[in-house]
């Protein structure tokens, strides 16, 4: 798979198998269990394979799962473009490594920031304080958000990439339906916050551009 330029994974998983991820593992080797770590070995073999992608999309099951082996996922040289799935129900705890380990990453999409929260997620969210730094070594120049619903908790997070991500030059935030009460909200918002940044802003709406603003 040396030669392959563009992925997308998407691995089947347990609501079993993401606790049994999550837990201690000697927990459940104290309990007689298989070690979870075991049954996804070769998921981290998988990204090795792999490795030379230009383009990798992944499911939200993907992220989680990779987290089990950050300790031996492959740097990606050749990648230009990460999409992360997000579900509230899954963990970015190896969006930290993965993202330090794509020296020359262009654009990152995120199809949802929500996500289940935990003490590994490092600086990639706001949600707890870290002194891990993975977005400020991250060369990313341009940041999508889609599934965007404008509550308070996802401006913060964009406020976050504003502040974090070094070499960011345009951020495209999708709305996928008009409410006009919130979207105006959030246009509000963005004009803050883009006179704090020197980054270009589009507001998307419905796949339409609403509103945009030009870096400082």
Same mark, same amino acid.
């Given at each position: 798979m040396g030669n392959l330029l563009e992925?997308?994974?998407?691995?089947?998983?347990?609501?079993?198998?993401?606790?049994?991820?999550?837990?201690?593992?000697?927990?459940w080797l104290a309990n007689g269990e298989d070690n979870?770590?075991?049954?996804?070995?070769?998921?981290?073999?998988?990204?090795?394979g792999i490795q030379n992608v230009q383009c990798l999309d992944l499911s939200a099951n993907? !992220? /989680?799962? %990779?987290s089990l082996c950050c300790e031996s996922l492959p740097v990606f040289n050749n990648l230009k473009s990460l999409t992360i799935k997000s579900e509230e129900s899954r963990g970015w705890q190896a969006m930290p490594v993965l993202l330090r380990n794509?020296?020359?990453?262009?654009?990152l999409v !995120? /199809?949802? %920031?929500?996500h289940h929260v935990t003490n590994k997620c490092g600086d990639a969210c706001d949600c707890v304080s870290r002194e891990e730094r993975s977005l400020t070594s991250c060369p990313v120049k341009n940041l999508e958000i889609r599934g965007f619903q404008g509550t308070m908790k996802e401006m913060n997070m964009i406020k976050h990439f504003l502040d974090y991500f070094p070499c960011l030059k345009e951020i495209n935030i999708y709305i996928e339906e008009n409410a006009p009460e919130v979207t105006e909200v959030i246009a509000k918002r963005m004009k803050l916050y883009n006179k704090l940044s020197n980054c270009n802003v589009r507001l998307l709406v419905s796949g339409y551009l609403y509103k945009e603003w030009s870096a400082q």
């Amino acid at each position: 798979m040396g030669n392959l330029l563009e992925a997308r994974i998407s691995l089947l998983v347990t609501e079993d198998q993401i606790e049994r991820a999550r837990a201690p593992n000697d927990d459940w080797l104290a309990n007689g269990e298989d070690n979870v770590v075991l049954q996804f070995a070769n998921v981290g073999k998988l990204m090795k394979g792999i490795q030379n992608v230009q383009c990798l999309d992944l499911s939200a099951n993907t !992220l /989680e799962v %990779l987290s089990l082996c950050c300790e031996s996922l492959p740097v990606f040289n050749n990648l230009k473009s990460l999409t992360i799935k997000s579900e509230e129900s899954r963990g970015w705890q190896a969006m930290p490594v993965l993202l330090r380990n794509c020296p020359h990453l262009e654009t990152l999409v !995120l /199809e949802g %920031l929500f996500h289940h929260v935990t003490n590994k997620c490092g600086d990639a969210c706001d949600c707890v304080s870290r002194e891990e730094r993975s977005l400020t070594s991250c060369p990313v120049k341009n940041l999508e958000i889609r599934g965007f619903q404008g509550t308070m908790k996802e401006m913060n997070m964009i406020k976050h990439f504003l502040d974090y991500f070094p070499c960011l030059k345009e951020i495209n935030i999708y709305i996928e339906e008009n409410a006009p009460e919130v979207t105006e909200v959030i246009a509000k918002r963005m004009k803050l916050y883009n006179k704090l940044s020197n980054c270009n802003v589009r507001l998307l709406v419905s796949g339409y551009l609403y509103k945009e603003w030009s870096a400082q």
